[in-house]
């Protein structure tokens, strides 16, 4: 692979950037010039997000104006593709192969010869705590394993640039955690990252530089403190699957920020004035061993009125 990147690098960039499919426009006039470490593209489902970032993993070629990874267009652009590490939002696996067949092939695509591919395949795989399902059928694993092998299998190779499309969907606390470690230990190696989500929490735990997409429109860049002060004005809902569901809502509504828990089988939805406070909470629960908790997922409605905020 090529050398990291330096900090003088222009790493992500677009100038009048627009797509559209047909009558359907995803993305319309995005300019922006961003340097950081870490980048986090934020925006509802529907936002223009898959969009922008299938444009600067060259799978798109701009309707209109340019979008570039270090001063390069990506589109067509094979020497840049090969060291950009990429997890999309849906899975795309080769089912019937093992975990550690699925790493070992896609970097060899990515020219690594065999001896060192199957060096960084275990690599990446231990990196992302898979090494118990090293030899397990892909078919068979869970969907937070299957998570954590697409982000295993974007940076195996070792790019220089990791673009990563929803990754934390449907993890659990604690998986969240390690993800969010491992993208800060990528950064500081000098691997430059842009990871999207539509959960404001999930960014801010890993960068303060973002970029706000809206209905295809940039609406802000690098704001991520005052959303976050805006958002917390409004109710925002938590929805849990937990083993003792019961239970944790019990203890949830100890705390004065919870205005209410609605409980469904396995199923709970917290709803609190103070996200920032419950995220950590929850989290802290499901440390400390007391309860078992499947995964956590925005409800997005606080967003979506943070976003009706900026368009007026």
């Known amino acids: 692979m090529g050398a ?11 100038q009048g950037l627009a797509k559209w499919y047909g009558q359907v426009i995803a993305l319309n006039d995005v300019s922006f010039e961003i340097q950081a470490p870490i980048v986090g593209l934020l925006g509802p489902n529907g936002a223009g997000k898959s969009s922008l970032i299938r ?37 795309r696996f080769y089912e019937q192969l093992t975990a550690y067949q699925f790493l070992e092939m896609l970097t060899r695509l990515y020219g690594v010869e065999a001896a060192g591919a199957a060096r960084l395949a275990d690599e990446a795989l231990s990196r992302l705590d898979l090494t118990k399902q090293r030899d397990q059928v892909i078919f068979t694993l869970s969907h937070g394993m299957r998570q954590r092998l697409k982000v295993a299998q974007a940076l195996a190779h070792q790019p220089d640039w990791l673009v990563l499309d929803e990754p934390f ?15 800060r230990q990528q950064a500081e190696g000098g ?35 005052s959303i976050r002060r805006l958002i917390d004005e409004h109710p925002h809902r938590i929805a849990l699957t937990a083993k003792n569901p019961r239970e944790l809502g019990r203890e949830l509504l100890k705390y004065e920020d919870v205005a209410r828990v609605e409980i469904e089988n396995d199923s709970l939805v917290v709803e609190t ?13 499901a440390l400390a061993g007391g309860f078992q908790i499947k995964s956590m997922l925005s409800l997005d409605d606080n967003l979506e009125s943070v976003f009706r905020y900026l368009v007026k």
Request: proline share 5%.
């Open 169 to 183: 969907s449907g993890m659990d606390p604690i998986g969240r955690a390690k993800m969010i470690r491992l993208l």
């Open 55 to 91: 444009l600067l993993t060259g799978q798109l070629r701009p309707s209109k104006g340019r979008v570039s990874v270090m001063g390069q267009a990506p589109f067509g652009n094979r020497m840049l593709l090969a060291r950009m590490g990429y997890c999309p939002e849906h899975d």
């Open 191 to 225: 691997c430059r990252i842009l990871l999207s989500s539509h959960v404001l929490h999930e960014l801010e735990a890993v960068t303060s530089d973002i970029l706000l997409l809206h209905q295809g429109r940039l609406l802000a860049k690098g704001m991520i403190q």
């Open 4 to 14: 990291h990147v330096t900090m003088n690098d222009l790493t992500w960039s677009a």
């Open 273 to 285: 004035r103070s996200p920032d406070a419950c995220y950590d909470r929850i989290g802290e629960l």
